[in-house]
C-alpha cells in the first residue's frame, strides 16, 4: 500500500500529470515529456542529445489551455500538401514519415489579470474623408478634371484618468515567444478551455523560461495595449498613437496557458530538420529541404553518360570516313551526349538553390 | 508590483483641456476646449460713456467718438498662418447651405427695434438709434464664416485726399475733376474672399522640338537654314500654390477691383467682430465651390505653363500633362475696401480704394475732344510727311525717303493712338 503511494507521487510530480523534466544539450531548452520515455531528438531544434534534468517550474499546473483544432487527419492532409512539388525530396520528407513521429507539443503562455489605476495621454485619430482633383490636359482635347475622395485621419490630443480591470493580458513565457508566434502565426486565445491531465497526455510541454519576474516587461506591455485600445474606445476614436500611462498595477493574477502545436522532424543527411505546425490553424513552420545527395548521384550519372556518349559519338564521327551513314549516327549521338553533359549540373544546382532559398 | 510608478507627469490636465464624455466606464477622458462660438450678437459699448464704439482705422482699436475712450482688440496678426481647412466631405456640403436666413434680422437691444438688414449685410446701424450691432457668426457652428481679415489702415479723411488726388490726375480727364469733393456713399466694406492653397504635381510629356542650323549649297552659295528635331520628353513639375485669391462677390466690379489688389496678406488679423464695429461687411455669394473651380482652373493655368517652361523649348507639340493636386486648403477672409462714388456733369462714376494700402482705382470721365486732339496730333506728322514724300515722288526720287518716314511716323502714331484710345475708355469702364 505505502509502494503504491510513493509510486502515484512519483508518477504525478509534474502538474499531477506523468511528466518528466528533459533537457536539451543543444539548443538548452527544457522540456516535459511522458515519464519513462527517451526523446531522441529536441521538438524545438531537432539535436539533441535529450536528457532528463530539473527545471525549475512553478509546481500549480496550467490554468488554461487551447483545444486542438486539427485532427490528425486534418494534419495529415496539411502535411501532404506541404510535401508537395519539392523536387529530389529527401526519402523521409513525406506526409506518412512526419505523420508516424508527430506529437502534441504544447507552448505556455501567462494570462495576467490586474487593476490598473493611473494618469493617461495619447493622440486619437478620426477617420474622414476629402475631395481632391487629379486634371489631365490633352492638347487639342483640353482639360478633364476627376474627382477623387480621400480618407484622411484627423489626429486630436487626450488626456485622461483610468481605473480599469483587465483579465488574460498575454504575456511571453519563453524567450523565444515572439520567433514562435512569427513562425506559427496568432493563436485564438477566445477558444482557451480548462486545463485537464488528458490535455498534455502523451504530449510534450515546454518548460517556461520566463517567471512572473522576468515575464513582467511582457505582461505589462500587454495591459498598456489593453488600455490603449480601452482609451480608443472610450474617446469614440478610429486610431490612437502616442499613447502613454503611468499607473499602478494591482491584484495581479497570473495563470499558465498552452498553446497546441504538433511537433514532427524529418532527417536528410544526417541532419534533423524540426517541422512545427500551429495546431489550431494549422499554420506549418519548417525548412523544406531538397536531398543534395540524390541530385548530386543524378547530375553524375548525366555527366558520366554524356561524356559517354560524347566519345562514342566522336569515334562513330571518324568512323563514317570509311562508312558513310556512320558519320550521321556518329554526330547525332555526339550531340546528345554534349547536351546531357552541359546540363548534367543543372540538377545540383538547382537542389543548391532551392536549398539556400528555404534555410 | 515592481515597476509601477505613481501618476506624475501626465496628471492634472494641460490648461485649456476640459472634460468630455467617455464611452467607457472607468475612464475619464479631457480634450482641448472647442473654440467658443459667439451665439449672441456683440454689442461695442463704451466703457465710460456707453456710446457706441467703432473700430477706427486711424488708431486701429475701438475707439468712442464721444468721450474718445478705446478699447484694444484682443485679436492677434496672424498673416498666412491664419487657419486654413480642407476639403472634406463634410464642408462641401455645409458650403451649399452659406449663412442661413436668420441672418436676415437684427434685433437692436439698445432701443429693441427689429432692424431688417440687407440679406448680404453682416452689419448694420440701428436706423432708429444709431447704435452698432456687429452680427457675431453663430449658426451651426459655421465652418464657413471668416477666419481672418485685414483691418482698415487708412481712415475715411485720407480717402478722400487720396481721392482728390487721383481725379486731380491725368490730362485726359476734364480739369473740373479736380474741384471734385464730395464723394457720395463712401462707406468701407469688408469684401469677402476665398483664398486656395494647394500643392500640384504636374506630370507632362511632348514632342519638344530643338532648333539647329544647317548649312547647304544652292545656286552656286552656301546657304543656312534653321532645322527643328523632335524628340518626346517628359518631365514632373511640383508647383506649391500659396493664397490663391478669389473674390467671393459678383456685386463689385471686377475691372476695378484688379486695379485695386495686391492685399499684404501677411498683415492678416484673427477674425474678431470688433474689427467690424462701424463698418459694413459683405457675405460671400460666390459659394465656395464655385470659387475653387476658378482658382482650379488658374491654378492648372499656372501648371501649364511651368511644364512648358520645364521643357526648355519654345517649339512644344502635343503636349499632354496630368496634375494632381494634393494638400488643397481653403479659407474665407475679409479684405477692406472703401467703396464710393461721385456726381459729374449729370453722371454718377465709381471709385474703390484698397483700404490697407490707399491704392485707389475707378471711373474716371474722359475730355474725348481733349483725347481725339491728341490722337490727330500723334498721326499728324506721318501722314503729312508721308503726303509731302508721295509729291516729292511725283516731282523725283528724293520723296521716297520721306515716303518710308512717313510711314514710318504713321505707324508709330497709329500705335500711340490706340494705346491712347484704350486708356481713355478703361477710364470710363466699370
Not at chain 1, 5 to 12: D, N, S, V
Not at chain 1, 100 to 127: C, H, M, N, S
Not at chain 1, 308 to 325: I, K, N, Q, S, T
Request: proline fraction near 5%; charge should be neutral.
Amino acid at each position: 500500500m505505502g509502494t503504491e503511494k510513493q509510486k502515484k507521487a512519483e508518477i504525478t510530480g509534474v502538474w499531477g500529470a506523468p511528466l518528466q523534466a528533459m533537457h536539451c544539450a543543444h539548443c538548452g531548452e527544457a522540456h516535459l515529456a511522458p515519464k519513462g520515455e527517451s526523446l531522441s531528438q529536441c521538438p524545438l531544434c531537432g539535436q539533441g542529445p535529450v536528457t532528463p534534468q530539473l527545471a525549475f517550474m512553478r509546481k500549480e499546473p496550467p490554468e488554461q489551455i487551447v483545444p486542438y483544432a486539427i485532427s490528425e487527419e486534418k494534419l495529415a492532409g496539411i502535411l501532404e500538401r506541404w510535401t508537395r512539388g519539392i523536387w529530389f525530396r529527401p526519402a523521409e520528407l513525406k506526409a506518412s514519415t512526419l505523420m508516424k513521429r508527430a506529437r502534441r507539443y504544447l507552448i505556455p503562455l501567462w494570462l495576467v489579470d490586474g487593476q490598473v489605476t493611473g494618469a493617461w495621454r495619447a493622440d486619437v485619430g478620426f477617420d474622414y474623408q476629402a475631395v481632391s482633383y487629379q486634371d489631365r490636359y490633352r492638347e487639342g482635347a483640353g482639360w478633364s478634371s476627376r474627382e477623387v475622395t480621400e480618407g484622411r485621419v484627423r489626429w486630436e490630443p487626450r488626456v485622461g484618468r483610468l481605473g480599469r480591470s483587465y483579465e488574460n493580458a498575454a504575456a511571453p513565457a519563453l524567450d523565444d515567444h515572439r520567433a514562435l508566434m512569427g513562425r506559427l502565426g496568432d493563436f485564438d486565445l477566445e477558444q482557451r478551455a480548462d486545463y485537464s491531465l488528458e490535455a498534455v497526455a502523451g504530449g510534450v510541454v515546454r518548460v517556461p523560461s520566463l517567471d512572473h519576474e522576468t515575464a513582467w516587461p511582457g505582461a505589462h506591455a500587454a495591459l498598456v495595449r489593453a488600455a490603449g485600445e480601452e482609451c480608443r474606445q472610450a474617446a469614440g476614436a478610429d486610431h490612437i498613437r502616442n499613447f502613454t500611462l503611468e499607473a499602478e498595477y494591482d491584484d495581479l493574477n497570473w495563470t499558465m496557458l498552452l498553446l497546441p502545436v504538433y511537433a514532427t522532424w524529418y532527417r536528410d543527411e544526417e541532419h534533423t530538420w524540426p517541422v512545427l505546425v500551429n495546431g489550431q490553424n494549422g499554420r506549418v513552420s519548417g525548412v523544406r529541404r531538397a536531398s543534395t545527395r540524390k541530385a548530386n548521384i543524378t547530375s553524375f550519372i548525366l555527366g558520366v553518360v554524356g561524356v559517354l556518349m560524347f566519345l562514342l559519338g566522336g569515334l562513330l564521327a571518324l568512323m563514317g570516313a570509311v562508312l558513310p551513314p556512320l558519320a550521321v549516327l556518329g554526330g547525332v549521338i555526339l550531340v546528345v551526349g554534349l547536351l546531357l553533359a552541359v546540363s548534367a549540373p543543372i540538377p545540383a544546382i538547382g537542389v543548391w538553390m532551392f536549398n539556400r532559398r528555404s534555410t | 508590483m515592481n515597476d509601477a510608478t505613481r501618476p506624475t507627469t501626465l496628471w492634472p490636465p494641460p490648461e485649456g483641456f476640459v472634460p468630455v464624455p467617455s464611452l467607457v466606464e472607468g475612464i475619464e477622458l479631457y480634450a482641448p476646449a472647442p473654440e467658443e462660438e459667439e451665439k449672441e450678437t456683440r454689442t461695442f459699448k463704451c466703457r465710460h460713456c456707453g456710446g457706441t464704439i467703432a473700430y477706427s482705422a486711424e488708431q486701429r482699436q475701438l475707439t468712442c467718438p464721444y468721450c474718445g475712450g478705446s478699447q484694444a482688440i484682443a485679436a492677434e496678426e496672424v498673416g498666412q498662418r491664419a487657419a486654413e481647412f480642407e476639403f472634406t466631405l463634410e464642408t462641401m456640403a455645409r458650403a451649399q447651405y452659406g449663412w442661413g436666413e436668420e441672418r436676415r434680422e437684427l434685433a437692436c437691444a439698445s432701443c429693441g427695434s427689429v432692424v431688417a438688414v440687407a440679406p448680404d449685410a453682416l452689419t448694420s446701424r440701428c436706423a432708429f438709434c444709431g447704435s452698432n450691432r456687429v452680427h457675431a457668426r453663430d449658426v451651426t457652428g459655421d465652418l464657413l464664416r471668416p477666419t481672418a481679415l485685414l483691418p482698415f489702415v487708412v481712415d475715411q479723411e485720407r480717402v478722400q485726399a487720396l481721392v482728390a488726388d487721383w481725379l486731380g490726375r491725368g490730362w485726359m480727364h476734364p480739369p473740373e475733376l479736380r474741384n471734385v469733393r464730395a464723394l457720395q456713399e463712401l462707406a468701407g466694406v469688408y469684401l469677402p474672399f476665398w483664398t486656395f492653397d494647394a500643392h500640384i504635381v504636374a506630370d507632362w510629356k511632348a514632342e519638344v522640338g530643338t532648333e539647329r542650323t544647317k548649312q547647304y549649297y544652292e545656286d552656286g552659295e552656301w546657304k543656312t537654314r534653321t532645322i527643328i528635331d523632335w524628340n518626346w520628353r517628359s518631365g514632373r513639375v511640383h508647383l506649391p500654390i500659396d493664397d490663391h485669391l478669389v473674390v467671393g462677390t459678383a456685386h463689385v466690379s471686377r475691372v476695378i477691383l484688379s486695379k485695386v489688389v495686391p492685399f499684404e496678406l501677411s498683415k492678416l488679423a484673427e477674425y474678431d467682430p470688433g474689427y467690424l464695429a462701424g463698418w459694413q461687411a459683405k457675405v460671400y455669394d460666390v459659394q465656395l465651390q464655385d470659387a475653387w473651380e476658378v482658382a482650379k482652373e488658374e491654378m492648372r493655368g499656372r501648371a501649364k505653363n511651368a511644364c512648358h517652361r520645364d521643357t526648355g523649348s519654345s517649339h512644344v507639340r502635343n503636349f499632354r500633362m496630368q496634375a494632381d493636386f494634393a494638400d488643397e486648403r481653403w479659407r474665407h477672409i475679409l479684405l477692406p475696401v472703401y467703396l464710393a462714388s461721385y456726381p459729374f456733369e449729370g453722371r454718377t462714376f465709381q471709385v474703390m480704394v484698397n483700404g490697407q494700402t490707399g491704392s485707389v482705382a475707378g471711373q474716371k470721365p474722359v475730355a474725348w475732344p481733349k483725347v481725339w486732339l491728341v490722337i490727330a496730333a500723334m498721326l499728324a506728322p506721318g501722314a503729312g510727311l508721308g503726303l509731302l514724300g508721295l509729291l516729292t515722288l511725283a516731282l523725283g526720287g528724293i520723296g521716297l525717303i520721306g515716303l518710308v518716314l512717313g510711314f514710318i511716323l504713321l505707324v508709330a502714331g497709329l500705335i500711340g493712338s490706340i494705346l491712347v484710345f484704350q486708356k481713355a475708355r478703361a477710364s470710363e469702364e466699370v
